[in-house]
Nanobody, 125 residues
Framework: QVQLVESGGGLVQAGGSLRLSCTAS????????MGWFRQAPGKEREFVAA????????DYADSVKGRFTIARDNAKNTVALQMNSLKPDDTAVYYC??????????????????WGQGTQVTVSS
């Protein structure tokens, strides 16, 4: 089993940047595909970005393409989400997730078995 802990959330003005990090323990991260999801108040949790086990394949939600970048460092057991040009609509709790389907870049929650506790991102206008 893998444990995931997110960090790097906070308050930022619109147009600014934040870098989220997810650190895994318990298992080697290279065994998993990794994803980021987010949940805004009163809304369903939604897919943000995913990366396959090697880092060579990524996928993004249309709403973040060109602004967010997902990257992983298997040697350090971490996956990061670099968020640029942030908008108030990006305000949400961001969750890191791990999938045993390590070749895939899953876009649905059901594909992920392990989840972190989340980190709050607030973008002010």
């Amino acid at each position: 089993q893998v444990q995931l802990v997110e960090s790097g959330g906070g308050l930022v003005q619109a147009g600014g940047s934040l870098r989220l990090s997810c650190t895994a323990s318990g298992r080697t991260l290279s065994n998993y595909a990794m994803g980021w999801f987010r949940q805004a108040p009163g809304k369903e949790r939604e897919f943000v970005a995913a990366v396959a086990w090697s880092g060579g394949t990524t996928d993004y939600a249309d709403s973040v393409k060109g602004r967010f970048t997902i990257a992983r460092d298997n040697a350090k057991n971490t996956v990061a989400l670099q968020m640029n040009s942030l908008k108030p609509d990006d305000t949400a709790v961001y969750y890191c997730a791990a999938s045993r389907c390590r070749l895939a870049t899953g876009t649905t929650e059901a594909m992920y078995e392990y989840w972190g506790q989340g980190t709050q991102v607030t973008v002010s206008s």
